[in-house]
């Protein structure tokens, strides 16, 4: 069930919403498809997404078999980027029911209707087939005929913010949860999550939440890039650090102060790109470097103590604008996504060569999020803008695939799933303590599950 609509809050804001467990009819996720026979009946057989298109009188059907758990949500205005905050519940969790905390922005039709959320989902059960409580009712069932047990919830606790919200990242600091926002207003700001976070988790919270109802305050603003931006991101390494890049091409480095409400910020930019720059990351090992990729088609590494050139770069990396980046926590690997539909991956061992040491091209158009699993070395994920998300497993070797259905025998071997059935996708995220469970935002909502491969 949706979240309650942008126009009041104490109605958006109640303490309690339900998520969808399964998709409706026109739901596309599953890899089955129906195609009536000579006889009247439905013969099921694998639909590939770019290798054939669907024909007059076939339809897609979700195969809930592929999936461990597939659960799905909106919050009112769509986000175009989230965040996952860390629990205290553990991590490598995977006994159901699961639970998770968001951070989310929206991007609503009218500046003012615009929100910073914080989501807690909890009860959320698997998809087993034959397993008491955790086999979901049929489409057709009555809501009534439900396990009220069993049923998906979701808290939202939404602050006004003033402007579409184009990137959010979260950190811990100290016990600080801290967002930093990168909205249309052309600031990058930082929020104190503690209130909200308080009032996901307690009735009373909510309610003193909700009576207390006002615009975001940030802790702290910066409008020196003069223009908006999408690049941001929390230092892994150094808490409270952080790097933001502009459509300018322009990037500043954040250095924290004593006191956690304050950050120093070079008036001198980074500024090695020609064009916008679209994601950043730092090392997940080394404090002083960090990754930019941008619209001039080239990815740069570089080291804040060496202001303001990078260190190094692969000047044609992609044909056209390089969209995100993702650093493996493990090993020296960066993956990228740009408009031409490529999946790259780089050995910064050898980066100077410009050559990366994987291309995949499974997306038919632009990629709009990847990430490594921050669980497994050799797994990520990406999606594009043609409404899909794939899950690969670096691994692979073409040896290790045995016999192939008709029609998937052109499909790389590190391809392990292919999820579909939202509209628009903008944004992928690994939960880091429930092994294996993704999130991902869309136009239309968003979806959470895990796919019987990862």
Excluded at 152 to 179: F, K
Excluded at 304 to 320: G, V
Excluded at 338 to 355: C, I, M, S
Aim: aromatic share 8%; glycine share 8%.
């Amino acid at each position: 069930m949706s979240a309650p609509g942008e126009d009041t809050f104490a109605e958006e804001e109640r303490e309690m919403e339900e998520m969808d467990e399964v998709g409706s009819d026109d739901d596309d996720e599953g890899v089955e498809m129906e195609e009536e026979g000579a006889d009247g009946e439905g013969e099921k057989k694998v639909y590939v997404p770019g290798i054939e298109p669907l024909q007059s009188g076939e339809e897609l059907e979700m195969d809930r078999s592929a999936y461990r758990m597939y659960h799905e949500c909106q919050t009112g205005a769509p986000c175009l980027s989230f965040d996952i905050l860390k629990d205290g519940d553990g991590d490598g969790r995977e006994q159901f029911p699961l639970s998770m905390l968001l951070c989310a922005g929206t991007q609503a039709d009218t500046a003012l209707a615009n929100r910073l959320l914080v989501i807690r989902m909890h009860n959320l059960h698997g998809t087993e087939r034959g397993t008491e409580g955790e086999e979901s009712s049929d489409e057709d069932s009555d809501d009534e005929e439900e396990d009220a047990d069993k049923k998906p919830q979701m808290e939202l606790a939404m602050m006004p913010h003033y402007g579409g919200i184009n990137r959010v990242r979260v950190t811990r600091r100290g016990d600080q949860s801290l967002a930093a926002v990168w909205s249309e207003k052309g600031q990058v700001e930082i929020f104190d999550l503690r209130a909200q976070l308080e009032a996901v988790h307690s009735s009373a919270a909510m309610a003193a939440f909700i009576s207390q109802q006002k615009e975001a305050t940030p802790l702290f603003s910066f409008s020196g890039h003069m223009t908006e931006g999408f690049a941001i991101d929390w230092s892994p390494v150094v808490p409270g650090r952080l790097v933001s890049g502009d459509c300018k091409k322009n990037i500043h480095v954040w250095e924290p102060q004593e006191g956690g409400t304050s950050w120093k910020i070079d008036q001198r930019p980074f500024s090695s790109h020609s064009k916008s720059v679209e994601d950043l990351q730092w090392s997940p090992t080394e404090a002083t470097v960090f990754a930019s990729c941008s619209v001039d088609q080239s990815i740069r590494i570089w080291d804040i103590r060496a202001p303001p050139n990078s260190m190094l770069s692969a000047n044609e990396a992609h044909a056209s604008d390089i969209n995100v980046i993702s650093w493996n926590r493990s090993e020296p690997f960066l993956l990228s996504g740009g408009d031409d539909g490529l999946l790259k991956v780089w050995d910064l061992r050898q980066f100077k060569t410009g050559r990366p040491v994987a291309n995949f091209k499974q997306h038919s158009a632009p990629i709009t999020s990847v990430e490594w699993s921050p669980v497994d070395s050799s797994v990520f994920a990406a999606s594009g803008a043609d409404d899909v998300v794939s899950q690969w497993d670096l691994s692979v070797e073409s040896c290790d695939v045995g016999a192939r259905v008709e029609g998937m025998k052109d499909l790389p071997p590190q391809l392990l799933f292919l999820h579909q059935g939202q509209t628009e996708i903008k944004e992928i995220h690994w939960h880091p303590q429930l092994p294996g469970v993704m999130i991902s935002t869309a136009l239309s909502g968003f979806n959470v599950f895990r796919t019987i491969s990862v």
